[in-house]
């Protein structure tokens, strides 16, 4: 078993352990001073644009005390106030540019419940619904350009198009075309990606819009930029709604400035000189007040568990949505 | 005494386990004769039996010995596998080949077609009975020929696969291969058609390295594997499929219309009620009385139903639609054969039987379906009442009667037929099948209804043909 593997699977066990049934464990201790945070994942943010993270304590009937805020990093001590003791559980939360009251925000980052003194802290509950982790085997995504395949024949474009259905149903878990996801509390939303030179500063993010499962977690409808300048069908003014998540990038109907001089129709099966892919697939979960980023303007937000490389393969051919437990923020609590 | 009467029965169970587990001799005996049983496009399986073999010792016979024992001393790890992968009922690979690509093709429906609901049955059909002509065709040459298998007849030759406990002249593999391949490439002209001929090619080498056939087996299978091709895609290209129509829908208020979320203008083959059947004597021989129009009782009774389960449906019925929704429902009954086939370990012969007979009960299904479809033209439950919540899209084609119930009706009949033991499984399976179209809100009742009526008496005529084809 891989090192990613063995801790992915820590961190589902953990958190699905911390995450079940309410939040009545074993109170923090009634002399505690001081919340000690250790964060896996929790990037510094720019207060501007993304906001805050800010620590809370939550007591058995739910009510929350704010206890401080900070901006990232792996160790973080924060002083508890004195109504924060005896509380039940932590939250994290990222607080939205320019807030300024005393209740959470929707965007709830990490939750654990208080048992001796400590909490593990996790997204299970928090940015996701109940104690349902994120799911392991979603399913499938698959390089395919269907809606110019009308107009020109198949296969047509099929390198520059990205779409969320599985393309061989009988290779996933649920045995059908839809991928599943696990469903996200109010204040979050998954955002379907192509990166060029992931990892690289000079990395092209280009998203293909937001989307959520419907109740039953199924992946089936499309995504909300759907109708953007250059992404989801070839012609969003004229042609009919897909029913999956993901772009053609085939055409640009409303002459779109393309990031870094890409032009279409994009070739996502590129390759660097030395033969490596360029392009990876990423789905990503967003705070929901960037639904309404401007097209081009879309940026990645931290949460993001699935993420696997492009590759050659050719249309058709299904590629394996990969959850990465290290991409998802956790951490641990302890009260003192 | 006690002591022994406990490990007697402790052997028992040991016993018993390992009879339940151990692999069992296909009903290979039960085969012998089936180079008479009944073909689908020859007139029987002795119609092309191709000259006899080369005789043992024979300078032919000995050329074709040491080329195994040549091509055995140089196995590699890549030959090895090519020989592992081949060694499997001659059927399995390629069926596997054809679901896997009506998979491909069901997924960019609308825009690209070969693999509509009646399309995808119609392949099915296509390949399922060339390769069980050709298993049978090739089943008389090996009793009138009865040659023995090259390990059998010299000793120099491994046997790195089971033969069959058959005649190897001709080879069966090859046989289906060429079969195969040659109607895929017909019903799939946009693919690597290459592909196909060089699985073919690999298919008959790997059993001349196992040491299961001679060059002049194959060679003799392959000849066997085209003629019944091409007559299977002479067939093919007469059964009306590819008249190419364009078709006005009625004017009349309840007449179906383009349905959201594609609003596709043109419906999937309006004209396949004309095609050829199979089974039943044509596509508009048992056409369903006319379903109830808007405004009759039946009607609002079931639009209302299919209103309040837009309201309530629960997780578990969108699962049970979706997972009907995949794939054609006929490549659904397919792997359900494949499974069927491994659970009571049929032999090559009886196999291809079971899946020619099971594919051309569900092709005539469709078709017949089709037939009512456009000859009623009824509207869709979502143009009946926009506030409609589906699990789904509405298919691009009418209403009644539907083609899950259709099919999966007629498609269980035959499983019941050939698997007993399963039978109320699989006329369960039919109706979760015929269900998930009202779960989904693609269908009133009455639709599922007259489907099913109408595939059990496809899937009647489809086992009356079964009952007299000669198989045991």
New interface residues.
Partial sequence: MTATKTLAIAILVGVWGGACGSDAAAPAPPDATSLSLTLNGLRALDPATEGTYEAWTADGSGQFQAVGRFNGGSAVELSLPQAARGARAVWVTVEPPGDADDTPSAQRLLRGVINDARAELSVVGAVTQGASPLREHPGQF?M?S??D??LN??PSHEEAGIWL??????QTE?????VRLTQLEPGWTYEGWMVRDIGQANAIWLSYGKFLP?????V?SRDDTGWGPYSGVIDFRTD??E?FPGDDWISNPMGYALPNGLSLPLNLRETTSSGTPRWTHVITIEPVWNRGESIGSERPFLIRPYMDSFGEAGP?IPRTITLHAENVPSGRAELR | MKCLGWRSAIALCIVALACAESPVEPRVAAERDAGQWRTWVLPNGSAIRPPAPPVDASPQAMQDIEEIIRLQSARTAATDSLVRYWDAPPTARWHTTTL?LL??YW??L???RPATPVRSARILALVNTAMYDALVATWDAKYAYMRRAPSAADTRVRALVDAGGVPSYPSEHAAVAAAAAAVLSYAFP?EDTLRFHRLERDAGDARVIGGAAYRSDVDAGYAIGREVAARVIARAKADGSAASVTVTPPTTSWAWRPT?????KDPFDPTAGSWRTWVISSGDALRPVPPPLPGSARFTTDLNELLQIGKTRT?AQ??TV??W???APSSRWE?FMDDEIARHRLGPLHAARAMALASTAMADALIACWDAKFYFWLERPISADTALKTA??TPPFPSYPSGHSTQSAAAAEVFAYLFPDRAAYYRQKADEASSSRVLAGIHYRFDIEAGEELGRKIGAAAVERARSDGAR
Avoid: C, H
């Fill in positions: 698959t395919f269907p809606s395949n009308a024949g198949y259905f599985n393309m061989q149903p009988r649920q045995g059908d075309m839809w419907d109740y039953t977690g199924a089936n009919g709604e029913e058709g | 896997d998979e491909f997924a960019l609308p825009d690209v946009f959201p979320p594609k609003w596709v997780t969108a699962d979706r997972y929704a995949t794939d792997v789904i899209s």
